[in-house]
């Protein structure tokens, strides 16, 4: 039998992700998006990263000398640090630390301000820097426009100043994914090189990255720090996988970035104040995903594959990808569409209209046996709570037939926030129709069924879907 085991990419890195002992000044450097993500009642990154000791205060559209704060695009980063009223901006961005009577109302600080300057500088671009022409692969070149080889040369250019202020620790955030795929692949491409290769020559501790473009471009994407090792694995998709109305992302999706950037923060400080230089250049890649003969025990201790961290994979194995992957069907007046789908996890906009009805399935043509496991598990995100799905699972019945067993679920309020993880064993699916239970040795495929809604899109992700041990 076989199943596509995506496997985590896990460096051996040590990354200490202990919060400062003292309160430290940090600034943020954005537009909309950043406002979003920093939000309480969004993805409330202030709040976080305040419980990890740092001082919060921000730039926004209007802000500084020159209203410098209204040019955030690529291209204007060298006005910032480099061009000839440098030192002017950046005086006023090491100085600045607004108090909430001043018109910043939409996160709330848990400390007084401890006094000093702001000690780090975090600056993102936001998603129409994502619309990068050219070649995906083209080297650093000088270009007005927002090219692929434009880019690369304004942030090796900013280096420059960033090494002359070692005293300052800079976190540049890569641009957020677009909705549309037509420059995608230039935009993912970009910002793994930022990860990946811009900082590989920088000699000092006081520069970092995160690729908040691959972890909004699929739930299957991360970059963050777990206990003492780096995660990074982009590569699962390269389109905004929680969206609203427009390329603004989710509070989802900015729930997700906070909870995956305090600890990277946390392991660049660190890496900053005691100067340790060597994980910078050990961050490695691994993209979706290999093929393996799993034997018939179905025990992948038995697989002749290099080791890996434990907490690389949290499950036994990951569904693989059977037949021609996810596919979707409809009534006809519902509708569901995919934004993003791996063989282990899917995006899907749905507007299901009452007495209807909308599917996410996958298909295989031979029976497989998962009778190894015990039943099956993933990880549920949700514009709301309270919505109603079924999952079921076919087992082969014949060489041409196939019976489906069901569970019925509703969306918890987790899942509207950081996730609900949902284990179902074997036991609770009930067949469609007569009686009998599911023969785990014959699964054949599955689908996601969303039923009688109520006329209003929702967006719904899957992902981490895997057989439980």
């Known amino acids: ?158 280096l420059e100043y960033f090494e002359q202020h070692p005293e300052k620790l800079f976190i540049a ?34 520069v970092g990255v995160f690729d908040l473009h691959a972890v909004l471009s699929s739930p299957d994407n991360h970059h963050t720090a777990e206990g003492d090792t780096i995660v990074y694995t982009p590569g699962f998709g390269n389109t905004l996988a929680y969206p609203t109305e427009d390329p603004h992302p989710s509070q989802a999706g900015n729930m997700k970035a906070t909870r995956e950037f305090v600890p990277l923060l946390n392991y660049y400080y660190n890496r900053w104040i005691s100067g340790d230089r060597a994980p910078l250049t050990t961050t490695e890649t691994t993209k ?30 990951v569904i693989g990808e059977i037949g021609e992957g996810w596919v979707t069907y409809d009534d006809g007046e519902s509708s569901i569409s995919l934004s993003a789908d791996t063989p282990s996890s899917f995006c899907a906009l749905t507007t299901v209209i009452p007495g209807g009805w909308a599917t996410v399935e996958t298909l295989s043509e031979e029976p497989s046996d998962w009778s190894g496991f015990s039943g099956i598990s993933y990880t549920l995100s949700a514009d709301r709570e309270g919505i109603p799905y079924s999952l079921v699972l076919y087992a082969a019945e014949g060489p041409e037939e196939k019976t489906g067993y069901s569970v019925a679920k509703t969306t918890n309020p987790d899942s509207a926030g950081s996730g609900e993880l949902v284990n179902i064993p074997w036991a609770d699916f009930l067949p469609l129709e007569g009686t009998g239970s599911f023969d785990p040795q014959l699964g054949i495929g599955l689908f996601f069924s969303f039923e009688s809604g109520d ?4 967006r719904i992700c899957i992902s981490d879907l895997s057989l439980m041990e």
């Open 288 to 317: 979706p995903a290999q093929t393996l003969e799993i034997p018939d025990s179905s025990h992948p201790e038995d697989l002749n594959v290099e080791p890996v961290s434990s907490s690389s994979i949290t499950k036994e194995a």
């Open 455 to 458: 006329g209003e899109p929702v």
């Open 1 to 158: 039998m076989v199943l596509i085991l995506v496997l985590l990419a896990i460096p051996v890195v040590c990354a200490d992700t202990t919060p400062p002992g003292e309160p430290v000044k940090l600034i943020f450097i954005h537009h909309s998006v950043g406002e979003n993500w920093l939000s309480d009642d969004n993805g409330g990154l202030a709040g976080a990263v305040g419980e990890s000791n740092y001082f919060v205060s921000d730039t926004y559209y209007g802000w500084g000398p020159d209203s410098i704060g209204d040019r955030t695009d690529i291209p204007d980063w060298p006005e910032w640090f480099t061009g000839q009223n440098r030192d002017t901006y950046m005086e006023a961005v090491y100085t600045e630390y607004h108090d909430d009577a001043a018109g910043y109302d939409y996160y709330n600080r848990p400390m007084t301000d401890p006094g000093g300057e702001n000690q780090i500088i975090v600056f993102k671009s936001c998603y129409p820097n994502s619309n990068l022409a050219g070649n995906p692969h083209d080297p650093p070149s000088h270009s007005p426009d927002m090219t692929v080889g434009g880019a690369k040369y304004v942030y090796n250019q900013l």
């Open 173 to 206: 955030i890569t641009p957020p994914p677009e909705i549309s795929s037509e420059y995608a692949e230039a935009a993912e491409t970009f910002s793994t090189w930022m990860v990946e290769d811009w900082l590989s020559s920088y000699p000092g501790t006081n």
